[in-house]
């Protein structure tokens, strides 16, 4: 059996040159992650704003939706 170290047990695997279908993919997903990243960001801040307004303002309970009664028919 052959003896076993570093250089005979894990083998280099020769780099792979990078194909144009693997740029683009590259490049859409930072462009995807980044937009992400600005989508996260503006949300929290617009949630914080919404909770800080909501906690300025006093809470009124909601009103009570009312319906319209309908027209009473005329007699002919």
Excluded: C, N, Y
């Excluded at 503006?42 to 303002?57: G, I, Y």
Aim: hydrophobic letters at 30%.
């Amino acid at each position: 059996m052959a003896r076993l170290s570093k250089t005979t047990l894990f083998k280099d695997v020769p780099q792979r040159s990078e194909t144009p279908m693997d740029k683009t993919t590259r490049a859409a997903k930072e462009i995807l992650d980044h937009e992400k990243e600005v989508r996260e960001g503006k949300t929290d801040r617009l949630r914080k704003a919404r909770l800080a307004h909501e906690a300025a303002t006093p809470s009124e309970p909601p009103k009570k939706a009312t319906r319209k009664k309908p027209a009473a028919k005329a007699d002919k």
